[in-house]
């Protein structure tokens, strides 16, 4: 019965549906739990109680509520608008998002897409959802929309660097560009035991600049810009923006989990559920931050990143290679 | 076990089952959304007043040199990569002449720095 299974998991042509379909249901499960977890902890860091009704037991199903309401809302697309792009915007930033997805290593043999350069495809596809914020601001054709989409470019090329520098540092040390193997060369605690911790900060904060959460935010500054790029947005597009960010936080976590903090090892038994709770545990930090921090000014966030991050991380690269190349073990 | 090309193919079904998704969320929107659209609804959104001068306007990008800067470093990135990689192997040497190129970027920074270009202008 079970070898029946196995065999019938070896067939590549059953084997593959099951995977695509997993990856779509962890997308749709995954930011929904961080959504509701970021309306629980902010609620209750300040001292509210966050939503009680939806679902009975301390609001559960609110973000399923939420959905079912945006299904319903009128799509408003403004007669100034670019139409077509304004329409294709959200699915040009969402599909990305999703796509990250199948390359995450989730177990010792669930890898739902593997590849020697998973580390180098992540990051690319990661970069793609800024296209659509840049269609979503310039063809709103709306004051708000253009100078927020103009911070968000800026926001994310400054950012992008620091992020692929403290990942090329963890591809010296382990060697390869495939998840699966960066994950397998570290011991349960991963790679923050060592120089590379350093590039576990370079590659978090980084990740919160390119995620424009707080205090990252400036592209939508709510208190300057109303909504940044997503002011005109209305109905499920705009949900569907937003369900990119809860996905990028959930994806980022995961990459960042994958490349520092051993990924799906634990300290005993190694599994999918170690991944989980890695990154729920970052998903809180990114809930944290958004909720300690004021929001940096555009210049600071700038000179931030060139003038620290930058830096930084080109010294970790040569630290890592020293120690690689002189066989100074870490 | 998949082979390099079964790996495409997994890429293509979830590129496939992603743009689905959105392509049924959508469909459902538009059975279940009511539309009545009326002049107030459809105008550009400036903070309720009525929309000053064309949309699209001019706008001062203040940080474009940082754009430059950008592409001298990412250009660095896609060299990093297969250096990383593959250095530990080469030995000694890959590593110093790597230590070269990211000191001369690093000077290009510095010189940047200095130039005044990462100040607010």
Redesign the interface.
Known sequence: MIDAARDLLDNYWVLMPVKVLAVLAIFLTFPLVVGYMEHKVMAHMQARLGPMEAGRFHGVLQLVADGIKFVQKESIIPKAADKWVFALAPAVALIPAILVFGFIPYGPDLVPIRSDVGLFVTLALSSVSVIGVLMAAWSSANKYSLMGGIRAAAQLIAYELPLVLAAAAVAMQAGSADLAVIVERQGWWGYIVGPLVIGFFVYGTAALAELTRPPFDMPVADSELVFGHLTEYTGLRFAFFLLTEYAGIVSQSAIAATLFLGGWKGPFLDGPWWLAAKVLALSFVVIWARSTYPRLREDQLQSFAWLRLVPVSLALLLVVGFLKVYEVGI | ??TYF??Y???A???V???A??AV??G??RL??????TPG???????GMD?VGT???Q?Q?R?YV??F??VI??VE?VF??PW??V??DI??A??WE??VF?GV??IG?LYA?KKGV???A
């Not at chain 2, 279940?32 to 659209?37: H, I």
């Open positions: 076990m998949t079964q790996a193919g997994t890429f079904a979830l590129l089952l992603s743009i998704f959105v969320a959508f459902a929107n279940l959304r009511p539309n009545r659209p609804k459809l105008t550009t959104y400036e903070s929309p949309t699209w306007s706008t990008i940080y940082f754009a800067l950008f470093f990412d990135s990093l990569f990383a990689l250095f530990a030995g000694v890959a590593f790597m230590v990211i970027l690093a920074l720095f990462l100040r607010w």
